[in-house]
């Protein structure tokens, strides 16, 4: 209750009251000190006694930041990790994660639980130990702490649970890759626990489901099922192990051999409750096993057929067992025993002479393990000596020293007595090839011999003094030194094929002289076989063939030029018949000619009949024809200039082809000018004839220098002929009716195909023939079909220029139809593998030259087939003189056509166009394989 003094609110008394509260107040703050205090002190030890139990406990705790940084970790946690204490605070928790897809993909979920403010908890992780590296697998809780500023991680070791789980499967995956079924067999109720494979083994494809000792037992072959039983329970019985081999009865009633062990794991008092084993199939082992025994049996039915004997030594108690065979080596007809023979023994029965070399020999193998052959002389009981060759094999060590040795003997006393003949033989032979060596060396060629394996024994003197090398340089494989780069790997193949064939063979390659320069030439051996048809040795020779492989060459060139030829003479026949406008037809010529020789252009010049001037006509450039009334000449002066200076006057006062090598160091004028830029070097300048009369010329440009030989100049001549042909022919075009043009066209269609086309025809078949001989190595023959050639190239040539002319054939100018016709067979089928035959009928008489030219013609043409066509062999002429009619009949025995169907070309139909302008009658005969007759029969009266 309030006091008076309080009552009476005076100052002393609101003093008084304001002291005693403060007195209340400092003792209730006395109190909340000390009850803070004492707060504080339980506090720290509650902290105190957290950390212990935090550092303390048996499970693996961390605490880590939102980087996964870890803040702190228990020792466990230390311990699982690998980490030291001093590492904690550096120690990222995502770095110790294994980089498994797996558990990639299990961290990655619980952080997103974790993300989430949710509890991720029992994830099993492979981590990496800071320490060393090595794996270990933890069940993972981590939940967010209430601050969010990090988590609360617990993780328990399961790395035992987790290999023992790979363990088992490996084993299991062991057992099934081995073909090793498994079971665990319930003793005491007599059921089991059994893996598919086991079960397998028995025949069963799926699993049993009633298993015990019973049913195994009834599987068992009725012959194996006592033995096996017995073995079974005896090992049950005794808490032994068990295994055993036997034979099962599959459910089909096929046979097959199981091996099965089994080892007791469980007793109760005493006695066997479970037991636990493995069965594998191995009917494939038993039959491989009954194969070795029957080749053992073969093998040893083999020594004995081949008088070998066979022995086992044991080299510690040196006693032996040996066959009978062996024995018999020794001179004896009954087997010794075993304890009576061994290394001493058999010593004694070496011959005094080899006792040494053969015991060293013998116990030097013992020593290195290595194995022992040797051949040597023994002493008989009846004091006879005989040759034995033996060889042993160490089969058995202990401790690094040989315990056994297995081996064979055999009598080889008949081989060494016809060795020693052989020696005798040898050393005759040895002291006759010396002789024969030193006759080698004397003769002018280039000689070799080689071992069987094909590497050089012996190089004869020339050898050695054409290619510079000493014998000692190239013997063995050394002598490819001589051998040109680009030859080498055909010829190796060659000579090794060639060894390996055992035949004789030869080959073609260049040889480098003695001072560099490289030769072809032809490589020839033969092998010595002995008695068995193998190779004692290789002879073999070279010889110098350059100056045939010039010549082939050569006519290779002439043969390509005189395709190019019938080629471009063809493509011309075939424009001169399908166009139908005639200034194109010179266009096609000049392209023909700048493709033949791979000319950059060509240009056509002319006379000029009233100034005798050379004026510039018409160009062939960028695939077109340019003339000179187009823009790039017309302002420029057209004319050649023709002073002694220049290099071409001799082109027209000559008539014959001009090479200007290097234009740029002619004179400068107007056209030469204008090729500069061109990059034109040099020009073939062609001379042109028309009747004989030189009317201008063809040139040919090039971007680079060329050379040309003679047959490429008179190739360049024809196509100039046909040039100057085409352009008269365009220029009778414009002057003549249509009529004309067609017939004058068909004439030099059939003049030409009739001249150069099948004169052309005969070249190409007489430089095959060529080739041919020439491959068949009959160089004399080849000649002669070259000069055959060049003649009937010759004549071709000849007669362009007639056709020209419009002049007939010049075997009609200086003989007859009958010997001309005669003369043309002879010539075009000599050397070829066609015969001809020519007759005349009645008395010759002289017809109009037309048809004389007409029949020379169409002569020409039916042999041309019969050559290039209708391969006959046979080829019969009859020209028959008749009072009223003159008739040529031609037969081949070629492989024939069908008249009545098309026949394209200008054969059939030029002949045809020829008999009937001579009123004359065709027959055409021939069937497919059985050849051709043509019979063309001319009225008398109409010549």
């Given at each position: 209750m309030d006091t008076p003094t309080e009552k009476s609110g005076g100052p002393a008394g609101t003093l008084s009251a304001l002291g005693r509260e403060l007195a209340r107040c400092k003792r209730d703050l006395d109190a909340s000190t000390a009850l803070a205090a004492r707060l504080a002190q339980e506090n720290d030890t509650l902290r105190e006694d957290f950390r212990d139990l935090f550092e303390e406990a048996p499970i693996a705790y961390v605490h880590e930041g939102l980087d996964s940084r870890f803040i702190r970790a228990n020792r466990a946690a230390m311990r699982?990790?690998?980490?030291?204490?001093?590492?904690?605070?550096?120690?990222?928790?995502?770095?110790?994660?294994?980089?498994?897809?797996?558990?990639?993909?299990?961290?990655?979920?619980?952080?997103?639980?974790?993300?989430?403010?949710?509890?991720?908890?029992?994830?099993?992780?492979?981590?990496?130990?800071?320490?060393?590296?090595?794996?270990?697998?933890?069940?993972?809780?981590?939940?967010?702490?209430?601050?969010?500023?990090?988590?609360?991680?617990?993780?328990?070791?399961?790395?035992?649970?987790?290999?023992?789980?790979?363990?088992?499967?490996?084993?299991?995956?062991?057992?099934?890759?081995?073909?090793?079924?498994?079971?665990?067999?319930?003793?005491?109720?007599?059921?089991?626990?059994?893996?598919?494979?086991?079960?397998?083994?028995?025949?069963?494809?799926?699993?049993?489901?009633?298993?015990?000792?019973?049913?195994?037992?009834?599987?068992?072959?009725?012959?194996?099922?006592?033995?096996?039983?017995?073995?079974?329970?005896?090992?049950?019985?005794?808490?032994?192990?068990?295994?055993?081999?036997?034979?099962?009865?599959?459910?089909?009633?096929?046979?097959?051999?199981?091996?099965?062990?089994?080892?007791?794991?469980?007793?109760?008092?005493?006695?066997?409750?479970?037991?636990?084993g493995v069965v594998m199939d191995i009917t494939e082992r038993k039959s491989a096993e009954e194969r070795l025994r029957e080749t053992k049996a073969a093998l040893e039915f083999t020594l004995e057929s081949a008088g070998v004997g066979d022995w086992d030594l044991d080299l510690i108690n040196d006693t032996s067992t040996r066959s009978l065979r062996h024995d018999q080596c020794f001179g004896y007809d009954t087997p010794i025993p075993e304890a009576e023979w061994g290394i001493e023994?058999?010593?004694?029965?070496?011959?005094?002479?080899?006792?040494?070399?053969?015991?060293?020999?013998?116990?030097?193998?013992?020593?290195?393990?290595?194995?022992?052959?040797?051949?040597?002389?023994?002493?008989?009981?009846?004091?006879?000596?005989?040759?034995?060759?033996?060889?042993?094999?160490?089969?058995?060590?202990?401790?690094?020293?040989?315990?056994?040795?297995?081996?064979?003997?055999?009598?080889?006393?008949?081989?060494?007595?016809?060795?020693?003949?052989?020696?005798?033989?040898?050393?005759?032979?040895?002291?006759?090839?010396?002789?024969?060596?030193?006759?080698?060396?004397?003769?002018?060629?280039?000689?070799?011999?080689?071992?069987?394996?094909?590497?050089?024994?012996?190089?004869?003197?020339?050898?050695?003094?054409?290619?510079?090398?000493?014998?000692?340089?190239?013997?063995?494989?050394?002598?490819?030194?001589?051998?040109?780069?680009?030859?080498?790997?055909?010829?190796?193949?060659?000579?090794?094929?060639?060894?390996?064939?055992?035949?004789?063979?030869?080959?073609?390659?260049?040889?480098?002289?003695?001072?560099?320069?490289?030769?072809?030439?032809?490589?020839?051996?033969?092998?010595?076989?002995?008695?068995?048809?193998?190779?004692?040795?290789?002879?073999?020779?070279?010889?110098d063939i350059e100056e045939r492989k010039r010549a082939e060459q050569a006519l290779l060139a002439s043969e390509q030029v005189s395709r190019g030829q019938v080629d471009a003479l063809k493509s011309t026949l075939e424009a001169l018949a399908m166009e139908p406008a005639a200034n194109r037809l010179v266009e096609h010529v000049l392209r023909i000619i700048a493709d033949q020789f791979d000319a950059h252009s060509v240009s056509v010049w002319r006379r000029d009949q009233a100034s005798g001037k050379i004026r510039f006509e018409l160009a062939y450039e960028d695939s077109r024809v340019i003339t000179k009334a187009d823009p790039p000449f017309v302002d420029l002066d057209q004319s050649l200039p023709m002073e002694d200076l220049w290099p071409w006057p001799d082109v027209f006062s000559t008539g014959k082809p001009s090479l200007i090598e290097d234009i740029r160091a002619v004179p400068p004028f107007a056209l030469r000018d204008r090729l500069l830029p061109l990059g034109i070097v040099t020009v073939l300048l062609v001379p042109m004839f028309v009747a004989g009369r030189l009317e201008g010329a063809v040139g040919l440009r090039f971007v680079e220098k060329r050379t040309f030989r003679a047959e490429q100049i008179d190739l360049a001549q024809a196509l100039a002929n046909q040039a100057m042909l085409m352009i008269q022919f365009a220029h009778l075009s414009t002057q003549s009716r249509e009529t004309a043009v067609i017939a004058e066209r068909n004439r030099i269609a059939r003049d030409i195909h009739d001249t150069l086309a099948q004169g052309f025809t005969g070249v190409i078949v007489q430089l095959e023939a060529a080739e041919d001989a020439n491959l068949q190595g009959f160089p004399k023959e080849a000649r002669q079909h070259l000069d055959r050639a060049r003649s009937l190239a010759r004549e071709s040539l000849n007669e362009a220029r007639r056709s020209v002319q419009a002049l007939r054939p010049q075997a009609l100018d200086d003989s007859d139809l009958s010997d001309a016709l005669d003369d043309l067979f002879r010539k075009m089928t000599a050397g070829t593998g066609l015969a001809s035959e020519f007759t005349v009928l009645g008395v010759p008489r002289s017809l109009r030259p037309d048809w004389e030219t007409n029949l020379f013609h169409i002569g020409q043409e039916i042999l041309t087939n019969a050559l290039r066509h209708a391969r006959a062999t046979r080829f019969t002429v009859t020209l028959a003189f008749l009072p009223d009619e003159v008739s040529l009949d031609l037969r081949d025995d070629g492989r024939g056509f069908d008249p009545s169907l098309r026949n394209d070309g200008y054969g059939l139909l030029g002949i045809r166009e020829r008999v009937e302008g001579m009123g004359g009658r065709l027959v055409v005969q021939s069937l497919v394989g059985q050849g051709t007759t043509v019979l063309i029969t001319l009225p008398l009266s109409e010549a």
């Amino acid at each position: 209750m309030d006091t008076p003094t309080e009552k009476s609110g005076g100052p002393a008394g609101t003093l008084s009251a304001l002291g005693r509260e403060l007195a209340r107040c400092k003792r209730d703050l006395d109190a909340s000190t000390a009850l803070a205090a004492r707060l504080a002190q339980e506090n720290d030890t509650l902290r105190e006694d957290f950390r212990d139990l935090f550092e303390e406990a048996p499970i693996a705790y961390v605490h880590e930041g939102l980087d996964s940084r870890f803040i702190r970790a228990n020792r466990a946690a230390m311990r699982v990790l690998g980490i030291r204490p001093d590492e904690v605070a550096g120690t990222f928790g995502r770095s110790l994660v294994a980089r498994t897809p797996e558990t990639l993909q299990r961290l990655h979920d619980a952080f997103e639980a974790v993300g989430l403010g949710q509890e991720a908890g029992g994830v099993e992780l492979e981590l990496r130990r800071k320490d060393n590296g090595e794996p270990v697998w933890v069940q993972w809780w981590s939940k967010p702490a209430s601050s969010g500023d990090f988590t609360r991680t617990m993780m328990v070791d399961i790395t035992d649970r987790v290999r023992m789980a790979r363990t088992k499967a490996a084993l299991e995956f062991s057992l099934e890759s081995g073909q090793v079924g498994d079971w665990d067999l319930d003793l005491v109720n007599d059921t089991s626990r059994r893996s598919l494979r086991h079960d397998q083994c028995f025949g069963y494809g799926a699993p049993i489901a009633d298993w015990g000792v019973k049913q195994f037992i009834g599987h068992v072959h009725p012959e194996d099922r006592l033995h096996v039983e017995a073995g079974f329970r005896r090992a049950v019985g005794d808490l032994r192990d068990w295994s055993s081999e036997f034979r099962v009865v599959w459910p089909d009633g096929s046979l097959h051999w199981i091996a099965a062990r089994g080892r007791v794991y469980q007793v109760s008092e005493g006695k066997a409750t479970r037991m636990l084993g493995v069965v594998m199939d191995i009917t494939e082992r038993k039959s491989a096993e009954e194969r070795l025994r029957e080749t053992k049996a073969a093998l040893e039915f083999t020594l004995e057929s081949a008088g070998v004997g066979d022995w086992d030594l044991d080299l510690i108690n040196d006693t032996s067992t040996r066959s009978l065979r062996h024995d018999q080596c020794f001179g004896y007809d009954t087997p010794i025993p075993e304890a009576e023979w061994g290394i001493e023994v058999f010593i004694r029965h070496v011959h005094t002479q080899d006792r040494t070399r053969v015991e060293t020999s013998l116990r030097g193998a013992v020593r290195d393990l290595a194995g022992w052959q040797s051949e040597f002389r023994v002493v008989w009981p009846d004091h006879s000596v005989h040759w034995i060759a033996a060889r042993g094999s160490i089969y058995r060590t202990s401790e690094g020293k040989a315990t056994r040795m297995l081996g064979i003997v055999i009598d080889v006393t008949e081989r060494k007595k016809a060795e020693i003949g052989h020696a005798k033989l040898f050393t005759e032979l040895q002291e006759w090839e010396a002789r024969f060596r030193l006759a080698i060396d004397t003769i002018p060629g280039l000689t070799w011999f080689c071992l069987p394996d094909g590497s050089a024994e012996f190089l004869n003197t020339q050898w050695c003094a054409y290619t510079g090398l000493a014998m000692e340089e190239a013997l063995g494989w050394n002598w490819v030194k001589a051998i040109h780069p680009d030859d080498l790997p055909e010829l190796s193949k060659h000579w090794r094929r060639t060894v390996q064939s055992t035949q004789a063979a030869e080959h073609e390659a260049r040889v480098r002289r003695f001072d560099g320069e490289y030769r072809w030439f032809l490589f020839r051996c033969q092998p010595l076989l002995d008695d068995a048809g193998k190779v004692v040795r290789w002879y073999g020779t070279n010889t110098d063939i350059e100056e045939r492989k010039r010549a082939e060459q050569a006519l290779l060139a002439s043969e390509q030029v005189s395709r190019g030829q019938v080629d471009a003479l063809k493509s011309t026949l075939e424009a001169l018949a399908m166009e139908p406008a005639a200034n194109r037809l010179v266009e096609h010529v000049l392209r023909i000619i700048a493709d033949q020789f791979d000319a950059h252009s060509v240009s056509v010049w002319r006379r000029d009949q009233a100034s005798g001037k050379i004026r510039f006509e018409l160009a062939y450039e960028d695939s077109r024809v340019i003339t000179k009334a187009d823009p790039p000449f017309v302002d420029l002066d057209q004319s050649l200039p023709m002073e002694d200076l220049w290099p071409w006057p001799d082109v027209f006062s000559t008539g014959k082809p001009s090479l200007i090598e290097d234009i740029r160091a002619v004179p400068p004028f107007a056209l030469r000018d204008r090729l500069l830029p061109l990059g034109i070097v040099t020009v073939l300048l062609v001379p042109m004839f028309v009747a004989g009369r030189l009317e201008g010329a063809v040139g040919l440009r090039f971007v680079e220098k060329r050379t040309f030989r003679a047959e490429q100049i008179d190739l360049a001549q024809a196509l100039a002929n046909q040039a100057m042909l085409m352009i008269q022919f365009a220029h009778l075009s414009t002057q003549s009716r249509e009529t004309a043009v067609i017939a004058e066209r068909n004439r030099i269609a059939r003049d030409i195909h009739d001249t150069l086309a099948q004169g052309f025809t005969g070249v190409i078949v007489q430089l095959e023939a060529a080739e041919d001989a020439n491959l068949q190595g009959f160089p004399k023959e080849a000649r002669q079909h070259l000069d055959r050639a060049r003649s009937l190239a010759r004549e071709s040539l000849n007669e362009a220029r007639r056709s020209v002319q419009a002049l007939r054939p010049q075997a009609l100018d200086d003989s007859d139809l009958s010997d001309a016709l005669d003369d043309l067979f002879r010539k075009m089928t000599a050397g070829t593998g066609l015969a001809s035959e020519f007759t005349v009928l009645g008395v010759p008489r002289s017809l109009r030259p037309d048809w004389e030219t007409n029949l020379f013609h169409i002569g020409q043409e039916i042999l041309t087939n019969a050559l290039r066509h209708a391969r006959a062999t046979r080829f019969t002429v009859t020209l028959a003189f008749l009072p009223d009619e003159v008739s040529l009949d031609l037969r081949d025995d070629g492989r024939g056509f069908d008249p009545s169907l098309r026949n394209d070309g200008y054969g059939l139909l030029g002949i045809r166009e020829r008999v009937e302008g001579m009123g004359g009658r065709l027959v055409v005969q021939s069937l497919v394989g059985q050849g051709t007759t043509v019979l063309i029969t001319l009225p008398l009266s109409e010549a």
